[in-house]
């Protein structure tokens, strides 16, 4: 037995009754306000040096998103999340080049950092002279608020419908996941494509069709979680407890059953932001979603698809978008990774 | 089992009745006129016309009746034949691609069923072999190497390996072109010496004896090979490693050890062939994934597969052929997850005896 796990079999709490003799592990608000297993994981997120990076990426991109009109401004009339065109010639331009039309203010940094007067293009200008870095920068954001908002709908609508089918069983349940296995079938990036591409005459070119459909594909697997989990909690003695008691069910089900079955489910859906962020960007890649200009790392790769054969020369069009999505979607895997570990039921009391 | 291979085949209909559903629901968001493509070549010129159109083919019908004409096709009244219908095979048209979608699909398929296959036999193998080694390193530098490589595989976006890859070798290097055949191949292809058998390049220039030709489809899907087989080997060292693992701790492979076979014996003799268990779920799984989601591979890869096919479909908007190619993955993804399913309780005693 190692000493993480004698630790762990400390009875812990009020213990006078068993004697002196045991010696009591000193517990902290914060795992009294968890509660022991939901405190062991987030300690455990913690502790690891993988999740740490990911920590550390993902805090990065997110004060990138915060301060984006600081770090580059945006251009007159346009709105933040139009990126601004140096002219419309159609080749691509190299790092370095010097910004002549539409150029943004100078922020305080950039001659610190730069040492130059006037802007560049830091990191060259794409197809049609759209600034990568600018696309970059406040891409980021882009990628914050689908990500976000993408996943937080998506975990609602699972929790919702996997609770309600598992508290209430039988032929409901048997029903409503065979409605899951249903729009299981198609891969989900071939199923939102189809759905974006059904949307985006109703509603226009936005950030919108992509995001409903990707959301309309992507609850399944939260349902799926959190249903396995209410149907072992809802056999503990306590929910019996509760019902002979007399409490009505809806109660049963919110104030004692998915409090103690959703932990798993949050942190899978902090998993799932990484996804959705990748399943974005390969769509609008493939040209589904924003209109051209919009500042979104998907699209700003797929300016590169019209020059597969000269990326020889103009490699940073790939490499600047590319990395940037790349260390975006490590830094959520890298804390998800680190999750999976500690939810890992064998790795119980070895955090 | 035989219990559950019927409750198995008792979900088929199940799923047939409700992936078409949810995609003649997709199709109702269509105007009437836009659903034209579904029986006709060319849009309806007038209001006249579309009205006609309407009363036709039945776009005023109830919505039940209209789920039946889409899946039975509608009578026409002049000649009397069937119009339409997904059940007969009949897609409708496809104006991005100005051919019916059926053949667009027959084109396409035999092209992504080639790539899939081949991408199979690196994705499938070498992701076994690295979760073996994973697992029998435990916590070594080999695994932990093998940990940041997976890590790594899976935050890296298909298309932007696709396009890195194809700036090196490609764009950089010249070794290896997208696409699915030089010009001088196409044209041996498309001239009257050559037979088609079934429709495979790969294996059909076998056949006809051209290795040039096969060498050359072969080094035109190296790129898309790399390309799958990274974004899953991640996926299969995970599985692998944490069966294996799981497997090594059991009491048989202790006696093994204690009757003095060596650790070689142990691991590929005892442990590696009852570890591949959930590995082979997952490599059937995965297989039939391949088949639904090489949109994106294909489209960076300019492959003339399906998934390229659909990818232009949803460009230009054009719901129909789309629609079409989501009604085709769903039949052979039903049919291939069944076939996963019941192989499956075939391989694992505790299915099979139960």
């Given at each position: 037995m190692t000493h993480a796990e004698q630790n762990e079999n400390i009875p812990s709490g009020d213990n006078r009754l068993l004697g002196e003799d045991v010696k009591m592990r000193e517990i902290g608000k914060l795992e009294r306000f968890l509660g022991p297993d939901n405190y062991r994981i987030l300690k455990g997120l913690v502790k690891t040096p993988a999740s740490r990076i990911g920590f550390v990426l993902v805090t990065f991109f997110a004060l990138i998103a915060i301060f984006a009109p600081l770090i580059i401004a945006p251009v007159p009339p346009n709105d933040g999340y139009k990126i601004p065109r140096d002219g419309f010639k159609n080749d691509p331009q190299p790092p370095g080049k010097i910004w002549k039309k539409n150029t943004p203010e100078i922020p305080f940094w950039y001659k610190k950092i730069t040492g130059k007067d006037q802007w560049v293009h830091l990191m060259g200008t794409s197809e049609g002279q759209y600034d990568i870095f600018y696309g970059v920068v406040w891409g980021t954001r882009t990628a914050f608020k689908t990500g976000l908002v993408v996943t937080v709908a998506t975990f609602v609508i699972g929790v919702v419908y996997g609770s309600i089918s598992a508290y209430y069983g039988g032929i409901v349940d048997n029903l409503m996941m065979r409605v899951l296995d249903v729009l299981m079938i198609l891969p989900s990036t071939l199923a939102a494509l189809i759905f974006a591409a059904v949307l985006t005459p109703k509603i226009g070119k936005s950030v919108l069709p992509v995001m409903i459909a990707l959301i309309a594909f992507g609850w399944m697997g939260y349902a799926r979680i959190i249903r396995g989990d209410i149907l072992s909690i809802k056999e503990r003695d306590y929910i019996m407890a509760a019902k002979v008691s007399g409490v009505k069910n809806g109660r049963i089900l919110f104030k004692h059953i998915i409090p103690n079955a959703i932990f798993p489910t949050l942190v899978l859906a902090s998993m799932g932001i990484g996804d959705v962020v990748l399943s974005f960007a390969a769509l609008s890649f493939l040209g589904i979603g924003t209109e051209t200009g919009y500042a979104d790392w998907g699209q700003l790769l797929s300016f590169a698809r019209n020059w597969i054969s000269s990326l020889g020369t103009y490699w940073y069009i790939v490499v600047f978008p590319g990395l940037t999505l790349v260390f975006y979607v490590l830094g959520w895997n890298l804390i998800g990774d680190a999750m999976r570990d500690v939810l890992d039921p064998r790795m119980r009391g070895k955090a | 089992?035989?219990?559950?291979?019927?409750?198995?085949?008792?979900?088929?209909?199940?799923?047939?009745?409700?992936?078409?559903?949810?995609?003649?629901?997709?199709?109702?968001?269509?105007?009437?006129?836009?659903?034209?493509?579904?029986?006709?070549?060319?849009?309806?010129?007038?209001?006249?016309?579309?009205?006609?159109?309407?009363?036709?083919?039945?776009?005023?019908?109830?919505?039940?009746?209209?789920?039946?004409?889409?899946?039975?096709?509608?009578?026409?009244?002049?000649?009397?034949?069937?119009?339409?219908?997904?059940?007969?095979?009949?897609?409708?048209?496809?104006?991005?691609?100005?051919?019916?979608?059926?053949?667009?699909?027959?084109?396409?398929?035999?092209?992504?069923?080639?790539?899939?296959?081949?991408?199979?036999?690196?994705?499938?193998?070498?992701?076994?072999?690295?979760?073996?080694?994973?697992?029998?390193?435990?916590?070594?530098?080999?695994?932990?190497?093998?940990?940041?490589?997976?890590?790594?595989?899976?935050?890296?976006?298909?298309?932007?390996?696709?396009?890195?890859?194809?700036?090196?070798?490609?764009?950089?290097?010249?070794?290896?072109?997208?696409?699915?055949?030089?010009?001088?191949?196409?044209?041996?292809?498309?001239?009257?010496?050559?037979?088609?058998?079934?429709?495979?390049?790969?294996?059909?220039?076998?056949?006809?004896?051209?290795?040039?030709?096969?060498?050359?489809?072969?080094?035109?899907?190296?790129?898309?090979?790399?390309?799958?087989?990274?974004?899953?080997?991640?996926?299969?060292?995970?599985?692998?490693?944490?069966?294996?693992l799981e497997t090594l701790r059991q009491d048989y492979v202790t006696t093994a050890r204690a009757k003095g076979l060596s650790e070689r014996d142990v691991i590929f003799g005892h442990a590696r062939p009852n570890a591949l268990l959930p590995v082979i779920t997952m490599a059937g799984f995965s297989i039939v994934g391949l088949l639904g989601g090489v949109v994106i591979t294909e489209s960076v890869f300019n492959y003339p597969g399906i998934g390229s096919a659909a990818a232009r479909a949803a460009t230009s908007l054009d719901i129909v052929t789309m629609l079409g190619f989501a009604i085709f993955n769903g039949l052979i993804l039903i049919v291939a997850n069944l076939v996963v399913d019941i192989v499956y309780a075939f391989i694992d005693p505790r299915v099979r005896l139960s």
């Open positions: - | 089992m035989t219990t559950y291979i019927i409750r198995r085949l008792l979900l088929v209909p199940v799923l047939l009745v409700g992936v078409t559903i949810l995609i003649f629901g997709m199709m109702q968001m269509l105007s009437p006129v836009e659903r034209t493509a579904l029986y006709l070549k060319d849009f309806p010129k007038n209001d006249k016309q579309i009205e006609g159109l309407i009363k036709r083919y039945g776009f005023d019908k109830p919505v039940y009746v209209q789920y039946w004409n889409w899946l039975m096709g509608v009578k026409n009244p002049v000649s009397g034949q069937r119009e339409g219908g997904i059940l007969h095979g009949d897609f409708g048209y496809s104006r991005s691609s100005s051919m019916p979608v059926g053949e667009l699909i027959s084109r396409r398929f035999p092209n992504t069923l080639d790539l899939t296959l081949w991408a199979m036999v690196p994705m499938i193998s070498v992701g076994i072999w690295l979760g073996v080694q994973a697992a029998v390193h435990q916590n070594g530098w080999i695994d932990q190497s093998l940990r940041v490589f997976s890590i790594v595989g899976t935050s890296f976006p298909t298309f932007v390996f696709g396009l890195l890859v194809l700036m090196v070798f490609y764009a950089k290097l010249q070794w290896l072109p997208p696409g699915r055949l030089s010009s001088w191949a196409q044209g041996v292809v498309d001239s009257t010496q050559w037979r088609t058998y079934i429709n495979i390049l790969t294996i059909d220039s076998l056949l006809n004896r051209r290795f040039d030709i096969f060498w050359d489809a072969l080094k035109h899907m190296i790129l898309p090979i790399v390309t799958l087989s990274y974004i899953n080997w991640a996926g299969f060292l995970r599985v692998t490693r944490s069966s294996m």
